[in-house]
């Protein structure tokens, strides 16, 4: 009969050999000058201290193991041996501090059909430009185009991996969620609408109740009768002025279409169109024929982050849907007065589409007010289902504008928006796979330069990213975690109360 210490010591040995075998260091490695081929592509790209570590894998399927070393310019290393390059969330952390501002050498060697390769070493850049984000909010979305199915409104730490939905549909049977719009990433004030059988505009408003941190009250929360029959439609696509009194909107009568051949599968369109200014303290729609001219269609608002200005987009009213494709926004601002809550008497048109013969949407203003990013396209503003979608960078000290050439690919860029210091930018991307939008991240200096956008990071995103059937839609930056609790949330869409809006004329023809 074996002795205890001996029983111990083969389990000792067993274990041991099992370590071995699963680390599978290389051996005879060949080399190769070329640089490895990675999924998610993080060769060459910038990122900030802060950031989840860049977990990846081989393209190739055909490789079954990989071993990887991570070396700081100022110090420090990591390692990594598995099927995917799986980093120490704390060992990655301390190694970017260690390197803020510095170079990273990424040393790849991969096992395919049992034999070792070493490729070129690649470098990753760690900024010296703080995120200061916590996070992320966005919404999940599967492909569809009539049934809501599931979706949800969800935020990320950016730190790690964990995820927390802030909303699901399932909590609110029936319903459509859109566009979560913070007030330049502050987790106090934000907005969305609920559309479906209990439809709201939602408004959460914390701001004045700094002790409350952004926890759910009655008191904090708004719910807005959805729609309004002296608009013709709900109140959509939202944009907070900095003082937080004030919300830009359109209203939009949207349509969609499908397609039969080509790589455009849907075209929405909006038949009409208007914008106006919220006031979240008198519940009035500030309505000015200005931004709501007869035989045009305005959209996509957005206030200059010193509040002085509003931009939006214009187009002139086609036939629909036959002439769907002569749809062209310009890109325009209209001073405005927060005390007054009244616009300025004069339009100013930043960019022509009669000039440039293209649609400019989405604009989004740096928040230190020195570049606005636009989404320019052969027509039209719905932009995610167009391959042609780049991403523009406007000055607006100059008023040149330029495309983006490092943040765009070949499917369609859009949905982006800038961190509160003005150094990152998000952005969703089809560039993937072309069905599925994913969130894309870039640094921009001073002087407008972007930087190779890398993907959201996942632990191990082959397998995440592979079966996943979610869009990322409508992401923004977040300084803090959300504390919500969307049960009770869901709880308050499906009562009957809403507050009721006053339609308030500004400026009458």
């Not at 408004?203 to 109740?209: C, L, P, R, V």
């Not at 608009?231 to 039969?260: D, E, I, K």
Request: proline fraction near 5%; charged fraction near 20%.
């Amino acid at each position: 009969m074996l002795k205890v210490q001996n029983i111990k010591y083969l389990f000792l040995v067993l274990w041991v050999a099992l370590l071995a075998g699963c680390s599978s260091r290389p051996t005879n490695v060949a080399e190769s000058k070329k640089l490895p081929v990675i999924y998610p592509d993080y060769v060459g790209v910038t990122i900030p201290v802060g950031i989840a570590p860049l977990d990846f894998s081989m393209a190739d399927d055909g490789f079954d193991r990989v071993d990887v070393e991570v070396k700081g310019a100022r110090g420090g290393s990591l390692h990594a041996n598995g099927a995917y390059a799986d980093f120490d969330i704390d060992e990655w952390h301390s190694l970017l501090e260690a390197n803020r501002g510095a170079r990273l050498t990424v040393t790849v060697c991969a096992r395919k059909d049992g034999q070792w390769t070493r490729f070129a070493d690649f470098s990753i850049y760690v900024s010296a430009d703080a995120l200061d984000e916590w996070g992320i909010t966005y919404r999940r979305i599967p492909p569809s185009y009539k049934i809501y199915s599931r979706m949800g409104l969800f935020q990320r730490d950016l730190s790690n991996f964990d995820e927390s939905p802030l909303l699901l549909n399932t909590q609110a049977p029936g319903a459509c969620l859109n566009c979560h719009t913070a007030n330049r990433t502050n987790p106090d004030q934000y907005i969305y609408h609920v559309r479906g059988e209990h439809g709201a505009t939602v408004i959460h408003n914390a701001q004045f109740a700094p002790n409350k941190q952004g926890q759910l009250s009655d008191a904090d929360v708004e719910l807005l009768r959805a729609r309004n029959d002296s608009l013709g439609g709900s109140m959509v696509y939202p944009y907070w002025h900095p003082g937080g009194r004030y919300c830009a909107f359109s209203t939009n009568s949207t349509s969609q279409m499908f397609h039969t051949a080509g790589p455009k599968r849907i075209e929405v369109y909006d038949s009409s169109s208007d914008v106006f200014v919220y006031d979240t303290q008198t519940h009035q729609i500030l309505q000015d024929t200005l931004i709501m001219r007869k035989y045009w269609a305005e959209n996509t608002p957005a206030f200059s982050p010193d509040g002085r200005w509003l931009y939006f987009t214009t187009a002139r009213r086609q036939v629909y849907p036959t002439d769907y494709d002569q749809e062209k926004y310009s890109l325009c601002r209209v001073s405005f007065d927060a005390t007054t809550g009244r616009l300025g008497q004069q339009v100013d048109t930043l960019i022509s589409a009669a000039a440039t013969g293209k649609s400019a949407t989405w604009p989004r203003p740096s928040y230190d007010g020195r570049y606005l990013v636009y989404t320019q396209t052969n027509y039209g503003y719905f932009s995610v289902w167009h391959p042609e979608a780049d991403l523009w960078l406007l000055d607006l000290q100059t008023l040149q504008t330029s495309p983006l050439d490092k943040l765009n690919s070949p499917r369609a860029e859009s949905l982006h928006t800038w961190s509160g210091n003005s150094r990152w930018m998000l952005f969703t991307s089809r560039r993937d796979d072309g069905l599925y939008t994913h969130v894309y991240f870039t640094h921009i200096d001073s002087q407008g330069k972007a930087t190779k956008p890398f993907m959201l990071p996942q632990r191990n995103p082959k397998r995440f990213y592979q079966q996943s059937f979610y869009s990322y839609n409508t992401p923004d930056f977040s300084s803090r975690r959300i504390e919500a609790d969307a049960r009770k949330m869901g709880k308050l869409i499906e009562k009957d109360e809403r507050t009721a809006t006053i339609i308030k004329k500004m400026n009458a023809e």
